[in-house]
């Protein structure tokens, strides 16, 4: 691992409405943080203007 990323509750949960609501995906807690994670990382200038940002959305949101 070469950087972490982190997030708060505050900015997963809106992130996780926004997932299902906008792209139709019924993901959890921990996928939406990984989201959240790619896009201020994306954000903060720490990459290239042209990076891409690939994270996996490894849970269903089954329990939620």
Not at 11 to 32: D, F, K, N
Request: glycine content about 6%; some cysteine; charged content about 25%.
């Amino acid at each position: 691992m070469d950087i972490s990323v982190p997030v708060t509750d505050e900015e997963v949960e809106p992130r996780r409405r926004l997932l299902a609501t906008r792209e139709g995906l019924h993901v959890g807690y921990s996928a939406a943080a990984n989201v959240c994670a790619a896009a201020a990382l994306l954000a903060d200038g720490r990459l290239p203007v042209d990076a891409i940002a690939v994270t996996v959305l490894c849970d269903t949101g089954l329990k939620y």
